[in-house]
DNA sequence: ACCAACCATAGATTTTATCTATAACCAAAC
DNA sequence: GTTTGGTTATAGATAAAATCTATGGTTGGT
């Protein structure tokens, strides 16, 4: 098996004919007719079925195929990488949940690095999917929370995967509400303050609110439950009826305007952000940058 | 890059040394120093730092492995599942939570297969590593379940990595306590009537029923908390100090011996336990049959 | 029956990988 | 300071592979 023979089984696939793939390639069509029967025969598996129409994915071939495109996916991070490195693209790649600090951090570093030709994602994602990102070199570095909870759990799942936990700072968690509620004049709240008043929550599991209440609080009782899909329709919420929504103390409060605040919640409970990092790679310059400027908004 | 260009600097990485390294890819030193050239020239990078004393890892080096092994790694897959198979060595992977069925399936599908020669794996572990082994094909089907709290973000993530996911049941929270407890007489129980007895956990991430507590349960208010390593020290707990713990209820009865009773547990929760299958490629006949049994163990 | 659109095969050619032999390097021992 | 032993690098020959051109074979449509 070879890399060229994946490469060229999934052009054939996409294109359901070896001719037109291997003009689409720049070879020419025996060679990869040639290719195609080695790679079969190597494993004694028939990937496609030929007749004279063009071919055909075999179920076989189908799922080999799909062992073939996650071996291509690992290699196009190291093309993506290292490719073209003369062109002096920087490279840069964070996954993160909903934090505004870790946004703020990637400006600041998009800035510092003076680059005219960069390629930068910052991925706002779930725990599943930073764990995942870093741990198959997707992205560099991740930024996710710890609290009793789910510290156990996503150790062992870090452990697992060789990837390193270094706290940055302790959050708590924080109620939003409207400025008007009855609530804002309290310092602190607790839950049985909450009570009576509609709880709000995000129908969309891909904000970190969600995600946090889910883990943290979403089990404790609540009579008045609103569930909205949008994030503005959700603050319209907050403010016509004296709702709440439970949030990370951390989330950017300028997005909000000036008709929400937040106000701490008592509860046993905290938050352990700090950013993971693969253990089997040294991190880049860029990284540690990073690291340093997280540091120094954090602290 | 090839396949053989990082297969080669992981055993000169491994060796320390071009030579041994050459010896046991069973190839000429110099066939092997060309390689290796030929890759750090074709990304312009130095993997190694040479001197007569052998070879060094560059921290640009070290990181180019990373992503090597990440390539190899799924490489392997391939060789793993496809290479000797006229040997006829029968090969299936599973990862589950831990719920007696689906041991009772695997077990029940080995005896079915009758093959003499096999390599069968049952991977019992959380739902992070379930949907990341399924994802990256590593098992052919995993086994988990979704309750009101996890599964918009089940299903999310289930999407993001190209998973389906098919129901196969819905399982309620039980309770275990001990034979002569006095919750023992009452046929279902409440949250409130467990209040005055010490709930068990276990210390360990590693089983589901601290994963199922923690998603569903576990903040809910408790006095007397009582956190084990040891199941069987669980079990003597449950029954000397009137303790319970908080489990579904299709973990294996029989494990757990006489003096233990599970309850049903009255919460406004429940757990819809199916398998999910990478949509990318068809499952093997092994796959289709291991999910006729899991269908005639749970209905 | 014939054409058109495929894939398969054969044999030549080019490219790549590997081999052997040897050079160059460098540190440690003498 | 020179020899020695272990190391990587280079050169040129050789073997292996990938690819090419030309052509044959199959099959559905006309």
Known sequence: MTLKQLQYIVTVAEEGNITNAAKKLFIAQPSLTAAIRELENEYNITIFSRSNKGIKLTPEGEEFLGYARQVLDQTELIEERYAGKESGKLKF????????????????????????????????????????????????????????????????????????????????????????????????????????YPRLSYEQGSHNSFYFSEEILSTVDCDKELVVLDRATLFNMLIGLNGYTICSGVINEELNGPNIIAKKLKVDDYMEIGYILPMSIRPSHMTLEYIDILKSLTK
């Open 93 to 196: 790649f964070v996954s993160s949940q909903h934090y505004s600090f870790a946004v703020e951090a990637f400006v600041e570093l998009l800035k510092r690095s003076g680059a005219d030709k960069y390629e930068f994602h910052m991925r706002e994602t779930q725990t599943f999917n930073i764990i995942d990102d870093v741990a198959h070199l997707r992205s560099e570095i991740g930024i996710l929370y710890l609290n009793k909870f789910n510290e156990e759990v996503i150790r062992k799942t870090l452990k697992d995967n060789n990837l390193s936990f270094t706290p940055l700072f302790k959050a708590e968690p924080h109620v939003f509400i409207g400025k008007n509620s009855p609530l804002a004049k309290k310092k602190s709240l607790t839950l049985e303050d909450l009570k009576p």
